[in-house]
């Protein structure tokens, strides 16, 4: 976890780095966790290097395979995040992708109709660490003239917390941070100066 406060002049680097390690990407997860199976097609699982394999699972779309990877298949060999409970939806995601991507298929064509938008809204930025991140968003609220505003990073997640000028300063807030590469996700603890004045 990265820690930064914005401020109108400089983005200043506080706190704590996360002693976890970073998060693995979508092809390390699939070798470590997910190629005994599916590279030789053990126990009926489908094959990375066969598209066949593929076809009728494809028509669950993109957001029906994430799923079945999370949840496991009643019936099948295939565990819940394939036996490894640590992972995170994320890394399971990104192992995916890895998948449909090698077999040389587009996502758009797993997600079909309705479940098409989802797995594009459901689909995780490009994984950026959490110093980065931090300033980035510190940056954006710095351009946007907003100061005073605290800024956590963890794994894409954005917390924003302090004090502002007033609503339309926490507007501008959010909308600088979500438009920063990378983030997935953002909690919003801005609080308006606004609510404290009296006549």
Not at 33 to 61: M, Q, S
Not at 155 to 165: N, W
Not at 169 to 191: D, F, H, P, S, T
């Amino acid at each position: 976890m990265i820690i930064l406060w914005a401020s109108r002049f400089v983005s200043l680097l506080l706190l704590s780095f996360s002693s976890g390690a970073p998060a693995a990407s979508g092809a390390e997860t699939y070798k470590a966790k997910c190629a005994l199976c599916h590279d030789a097609g053990a126990t009926g699982a489908p094959r990375i290097d066969r598209p066949a394999d593929w076809t009728k699972r494809a028509d669950k779309g993109y957001a029906g395979l994430l799923r079945s990877a999370m949840q496991g298949v009643p019936g099948t060999a295939m565990l819940p995040k394939a036996g490894f409970p640590e992972l995170s939806e994320s890394e399971v995601s990104e192992a995916l992708r890895y998948m449909v991507l090698g077999l040389g298929l587009q996502l758009g064509e797993l997600a079909k109709g309705p479940a098409k938008a989802q797995a594009q809204a459901r689909r995780p930025a490009a994984r950026v660490d959490d110093i980065t991140l931090a300033m980035s968003v510190a940056d954006a609220l710095v351009n946007a003239k907003i100061g005073g505003v605290q800024v956590v990073a963890r794994e894409g997640r954005i917390t924003l917390k302090g004090m502002v000028d007033d609503a339309a300063a926490v507007a501008r807030a959010l909308k600088a941070a979500q438009g920063v590469a990378g983030v997935r996700e953002i909690e919003n603890r801005l609080v308006s100066a606004e609510i404290f004045e009296h006549d």
